[in-house]
């Protein structure tokens, strides 16, 4: 008996056209054949087989380094033995080829990858995994890369605990074509245990311990890191109080050499314990406190060697030990002058002792109240409004007295009618301290629009804008930040009624550091211009049964030049799914 195939995919012919600032246009031409195919060996519970091919034959003109034709070839299978039973294995045979894909990317590459995969299930309480893969991947112009990866992992679960291992073994072998050859080792193994060892007391604990050692040019790196962290809660049914711990330990060695400039090694090792131990106890309904203590043990032994002399060798540790309380209340919201009106306040403490700087301390509070209501504006039926101030009243060893203000005012719209849905968002902030050596002041200002309204059953716009500014100062300086994105998209299934006439725009725009085309400034040596890329993208298309033809044009704006890209693609679609 001959197993059945399936089979899918499609072939095709594009035509690109794509020019870039004072660069020559390009044009490249492709014919394609993807092919997608899923069978079985003997039965399917025994051997299943899933295939994915690409072929592309491309040739290009006008290219800065030079014209001519490729064949490009990628794909792969997976073999699924005994998909069905207790102990599954994959067998994955894959080839890539970045420019099989038909994408602009910075650097091509080519790559190859055998990996199988197994799942162990000895019983409902114990699974077991395992993994093994090598992969080669050529980067034109800068290297060939060789990786080998091991990975195993346990899980076991008991009555209430559960228990779960996972250790990876991992190499990488680099080598450059820039004369900076790399070779490294990386092993990671990690320990989880989660347990309720008495009645109502849970605890998760997580070790994890990396071996890392990296050999580079005339350099060589190794890292020993342990560490440790665990956590327990306890609830009692009989009070309201929950009580928290942690404990985090930490230990690490790291040693880098070099080679050829008269330097020696540089050996640094470090260890660090820390605890917490804490209690929420819920006073009133809306009444809350928190208390908790803290130590840490920290120390660092640098061994410089020749590569700066004794001037960063020595030693330290520091020891510090710390109480922290914590008393908030939230009353109830009450009607005032037709706004909602809630008050607030709470209160901090910090006591700490450090063995390197000794006592310090900082106490705050603060007391606040909030108005909100809705407001109808017009086509922004309903808007919410809330408005808020706090203010604030801290002490601290290191700063003294410093009194603060905060005021926040809360626009916000959201409706969903006739398939429109609306998202409106405008925020005001406003902190600043009102005394103190440093004063700061911080204010920003956030607007968020988002909306999606479909036209009809066809067709449908979606649109979504961005805004921040910032402005942080001090009595030393202001800095201020800026930036923007948005976003537009245009989708039609039936254009000018036609079944199977599809179009589609999209239009996207980003700006990073638009404090500096505010404040006209260049001394950077950026152009104002490079500060904002995005692209204009419109497609339209056909579709006659498994027949599709497209056509794309593209504007982009990227590192302040203009560049555009045309593009026509027809397809033929077969086998049982469609794409």
């Known amino acids: 008996m001959v197993a059945p195939v399936t089979t899918s995919g499609f072939v095709g012919n594009t035509v690109r056209s ?32 899933l295939g994915e091919g690409d072929l592309a034959f491309e040739i290009e003109s006008g290219s800065v380094s030079s014209d001519g034709n490729s064949l490009l070839a990628a794909g792969g299978v997976d073999f699924g033995i005994l998909p069905v039973s207790n102990f599954p294995a994959t067998l994955s045979l894959q080839h890539t080829d970045t420019r099989a894909s038909g994408e602009f990317v910075t650097f091509n590459s080519v790559s190859d990858r055998v990996s199988v ?59 450059s074509e820039r004369d900076e050859d790399e070779t490294s080792q990386t092993a990671v193994g990690t320990l989880t245990y989660d347990a309720v060892p008495l009645e109502k007391v849970f605890t998760q604990s997580n ?16 890292r020993l890191s342990l560490q440790g962290f665990s956590t327990a809660q306890w609830r009692p049914e009989e009070y309201t109080f929950t009580v928290n711990g942690a ?32 209690l929420n106890y819920p006073i009133l309904p809306r009444l809350t406190a928190n208390v908790a203590t803290t130590g840490q043990f920290q120390a660092q032994e640098r061994d410089a060697g020749a590569i700066s002399g004794e001037a960063n060798g020595g030693s330290f540790d520091r020891s510090s030990a710390s109480l922290l309380g914590n008393l908030n209340y939230v009353s109830e919201p009450s009607p005032f002058g037709g706004f909602e009106w809630l008050w607030r306040t709470n209160g901090n403490l910090n006591q700490t002792f450090s063995s390197d700087t000794g006592f ?30 706090d203010g604030t009243f801290a002490h601290s060893s290191a700063d003294g007295f410093v009194p603060s203000l905060f005021h926040g005012a809360n626009f916000s719209h959201n409706k969903a009618v006739d398939g429109i849905v609306t998202f409106v968002r405008l925020s005001l902030n406003d902190r600043r301290e009102l005394a103190g050596e440093q004063q ?57 009624g036609v079944e199977n006439l599809f179009f589609t ?24 211009s490079d500060r904002f890329s995005g692209d204009f993208r419109n497609r339209i298309g056909y579709r006659i049964g498994r027949l599709v033809a497209s056509l794309e044009g593209t504007a982009f704006l990227t590192q302040g030049a203009l560049g555009n890209l045309l593009l026509f693609r027809v397809r033929r679609e077969f086998g049982d799914v469609l794409r």
């Open 18 to 49: 794509r020019q870039f600032a004072e660069d020559p246009r390009t044009v490249t031409e492709r014919l394609e054949l993807t092919v997608n195919a899923a069978t079985y060996i003997w039965q399917p519970w025994f051997i299943t087989v």
């Open 117 to 175: 995969q197994t799942r162990q299930h000895y019983s409902s309480d114990l699974q077991t995994t395992a993994g093994v893969s090598y992969q080669r991947t050529t980067e034109a112009n800068f290297g060939v890369e060789e990786r080998n990866r091991l990975e195993l992992g346990v899980n076991k679960t008991f009555d209430t605990d559960r228990l779960a291992l996972s250790v990876s073994l991992q190499s990488d072998d680099f080598a």
């Open 207 to 222: 070790s994890s311990v990396v071996r890392e050692h990296i050999d580079a040019k005339n350099e060589a790196f190794d």
């Open 247 to 278: 404990l985090r330990t930490f230990t690490e060695t790291i040693e880098f050499s070099r080679i050829g400039s008269g330097l020696s090694n540089l050996r640094t090792e470090e260890q660090l314990f820390s605890g917490t131990l804490g």
């Open 360 to 389: 310090s301390d900082s106490e705050s509070v603060a007391a606040g109240h909030g108005l909100s209501r809705n407001v109808t504006l017009g086509f922004l039926d309903p808007i919410r409004v809330s408005f808020d101030q």
């Open 440 to 496: 700061q002041e911080l204010q920003q200002v956030q607007f968020q629009l988002n909306r999606e309204s479909r036209v009809d059953l066809t067709s449908s716009w979606t649109a979504g804008l961005s805004a921040q500014i910032t402005r942080q100062k001090s009595s030393e300086d202001t800095d201020i930040s800026a930036s923007a994105n948005g976003t537009v998209g245009y989708r039609n299934g039936e254009v000018f």
């Open 505 to 528: 725009s999209d239009l996207s725009i980003s700006a990073f550091g638009l404090e500096e085309v505010l404040r006209r400034n260049e001394e950077d040596g950026l152009r104002r």
